[in-house]
């Protein structure tokens, strides 16, 4: 089977563990910056690094790599870093063909579409996803199996909220382009790789957010990270997605967030250094990610490419599919 090399730098066990869906996300960032603005690097660097980053991809992970982005360039001034969404496929798709300097995605870039042997995987934390529907729908369990969601958005043959246990309203389901790496993930996990139905499409993730929350009837799937009050979260066969159910096998729509490389500079691994930080992993449970440090991932310790004391994974497709069915 194909493999590719993945770089994470070791955290110690005492960051903070737990996780909470019930922060608002504007409150989460403020408490993100705050906390970032208070503490350095902390990456050892010992000449001032310079220069620009673009970085181009998921945008389920864009809130992060953006709010990290703006502290570290008021802690290094000659540094300037461009961040921008545009889904998971066109983050591997740039960076693969070197347009950009970092890709981030939500999906593992396989050697066989993927096969340059100098892209790089750099898993940065975890990210939940969940199902959510407009305000107005409330349903009496508050929870959807997935052979209903498939109802929903594969066969359609459930199309009335009311049978749900719901009311008696017309269910609108929306979906994410096929740029999207939440999208496959979806399909992956919670259609049980079937494909969804000629649905109406939407580009990015804080639309799909908006458009639900103004579309009476509405369902679809976001990450935590974009989800605010203006939609509501609906959990799995039972399970919402906490980091409890996620370590233990009961939710499984979720995925490790990368951010892949073609080359090293200073600039690019500093930052990704910072990136998987102590202060960066433990503020970034305020606005929904899990530290890289609380998931299980199969280890062999080597240095990374920046010199570092690192963990380095010899990643593949089954990595990310262990305990999920």
Request: aromatic residues 6%.
């Amino acid at each position: 089977m194909s493999e590719r090399k993945v770089q994470i730098t070791y955290l110690p066990l005492s960051l903070t563990r737990g996780h909470s869906i019930s922060c608002a996300l504007l409150l989460g960032c403020l408490s993100f910056l705050l906390i970032l603005s208070s503490c350095s690097t902390g990456v050892g660097q010992t000449e001032e690094v310079s220069g620009s980053l673009n970085i181009v991809g998921s945008t389920a992970l864009q809130p992060l790599v953006s709010a990290a982005a703006t502290l570290y360039m008021k802690q290094h001034p000659k540094v300037k870093i461009k961040v921008q969404g545009g889904g998971s496929k066109v983050g591997l798709d740039q960076v693969a063909s070197e347009k950009v300097d970092i890709g981030d995605s939500d999906l593992y870039a396989d050697p066989v579409s993927y096969p340059d042997p100098n892209l790089t995987d750099h898993i940065v934390c975890v990210i939940p996803f969940a199902m959510v529907t407009n305000p107005d729908v409330t349903i009496s369990s508050n929870t959807l199996t997935p052979d209903q969601i498939v109802g929903i958005f594969t066969t359609r043959t459930i199309t009335n909220w009311k049978d749900v246990g719901g009311p008696d309203l017309k269910i609108v389901p929306l979906a994410r382009t096929k740029t999207s790496g939440t999208r496959d993930t979806f399909r992956k996990y919670v259609l049980g790789g079937r494909d969804e139905s000629d649905l109406t499409t939407i580009d990015s993730s804080t639309d799909v957010r908006d458009t639900v929350a103004k579309t009476p009837g509405a369902i679809s799937y976001l990450a935590l990270s974009v989800i605010n009050s203006s939609v509501h979260e609906v959990g799995i066969n039972g399970f919402l997605p906490t980091q409890e159910n996620i370590s233990s096998g009961r939710y499984t729509f979720w995925a490790y967030e990368h951010m892949y490389t073609m080359k090293d500079t200073p600039l690019i691994n500093d930052f990704l250094d910072y990136m998987i930080s102590p202060p960066v992993q433990n503020a970034a449970e305020n606005i929904h990610y899990i530290p890289i440090s609380n998931m299980h991932l199969p280890t062999t310790n080597i240095p990374n490419n920046s010199g570092n004391s690192s963990i380095a994974l010899v990643a593949n497709e089954e990595v990310y599919s262990e305990s999920r069915q």
